[in-house]
C-alpha cells in the first residue's frame, strides 16, 4: 500500500502560476486519475477536483487539473495568499482495493 | 447544502473502544461509497476503510484489519467506525467522506494512558 510522490514544498509569487504534481503507477493515477484536496491549518481537507479535472460547484476556475500517464498535476493561476496551504492528491489503487494518498506539498505564496 | 458531521472521539486508554459516527445531509447517501480518512498530527493523510454504497462490501488498511469495522445505516443517513483494541498509533484526526463529494471536519481520537 505505498503512498503517492508528491514534493514537500513549492514556494511562488503572488500572482504567479503554480503547477503541483503527484506521481504514481498504472494501478493507482493511472488507472483513474487523481483527486486534489486544499487543506488550511487547521481545518479539514476540501476537494478541488477528482477523475482529474472535475470540480466541484464553488471550486475557481484558477485550479484545473491533469493527467499525464501516471502522473497528475495541478495547476493554480493568479496566486492569491489565501492559496497557501497544503496540497494532497489521492487516487484508488486497483491492486489492493483502497485509497493511496501522497505526502502532501506545502505550497508557499511569496 | 451537502454536510457530514462525525462525532464519537475523546480519549482512550490503549486497548480500549471507540464507535464515531458521521451524520450525512444534502445528498442521496445511498448512493455513495463512503469512507474513513485519518491525519495523525502534524502528518498527512492516510485511508482508513471504504464501504460500499449498499453495505455490501468493505475494505480496510491492513493496519487496521481485524480492530476497525466500517458500517452504514442508509434509513438513517448515518455511517460508523467501530475501533477495537486501541493503539498510541491510532492517534489522529479521523474524517468520514465522500471522496469526490464533501469531507466532514474530523473528530480527534487520542488513544493514551
Known amino acids: 500500500q505505498a503512498g503517492l510522490t508528491q514534493p514537500p514544498s513549492v514556494s511562488k509569487g503572488l500572482r504567479q502560476t503554480a503547477t503541483l504534481t503527484c506521481t504514481g503507477s498504472?494501478?493507482?493515477?493511472?488507472?483513474?486519475?487523481a483527486a486534489w484536496l486544499q487543506q488550511h491549518q487547521g481545518h479539514p481537507p476540501k476537494l478541488l477536483s477528482y477523475?482529474?479535472?472535475n470540480r466541484p460547484s464553488g471550486i475557481s476556475d484558477r485550479f484545473s487539473a491533469s493527467r499525464s500517464r501516471n502522473t497528475a498535476s495541478l495547476t493554480i493561476t493568479g496566486l492569491q495568499p489565501e492559496d497557501e496551504a497544503d496540497y494532497y492528491c489521492s487516487a484508488w489503487d486497483s491492486s489492493f482495493g483502497g485509497w493511496v494518498f501522497g505526502g502532501g506539498t506545502k505550497l508557499t505564496v511569496l | 447544502e451537502v454536510q457530514l458531521v462525525e462525532s464519537g472521539g475523546g480519549l482512550v486508554q490503549p486497548g480500549g473502544s471507540l464507535r464515531l459516527s458521521c451524520a450525512a445531509s444534502?445528498?442521496?447517501?445511498?448512493?455513495?461509497?463512503m469512507t474513513w480518512v485519518r491525519q495523525a498530527p502534524g502528518k498527512g493523510l492516510e485511508w482508513v476503510a471504504d464501504i460500499k454504497d449498499d453495505g455490501s462490501g468493505e475494505f480496510y488498511v491492513d493496519s487496521v484489519k481485524g480492530r476497525f469495522t466500517i458500517s452504514r445505516d442508509n434509513a438513517k443517513n448515518s455511517l460508523y467506525l467501530q475501533m477495537n483494541s486501541l493503539r498510541a498509533e491510532d492517534t489522529a484526526v479521523y474524517y468520514c467522506a465522500s471522496l469526490h463529494l464533501t469531507w466532514g471536519q474530523g473528530t480527534l481520537v487520542t488513544v493514551s494512558s
Open positions: 498504472s494501478n493507482d493515477v493511472g488507472y483513474q486519475g
Open positions: 444534502g445528498f442521496t447517501f445511498s448512493n455513495y461509497w
Open positions: 477523475r482529474n479535472n
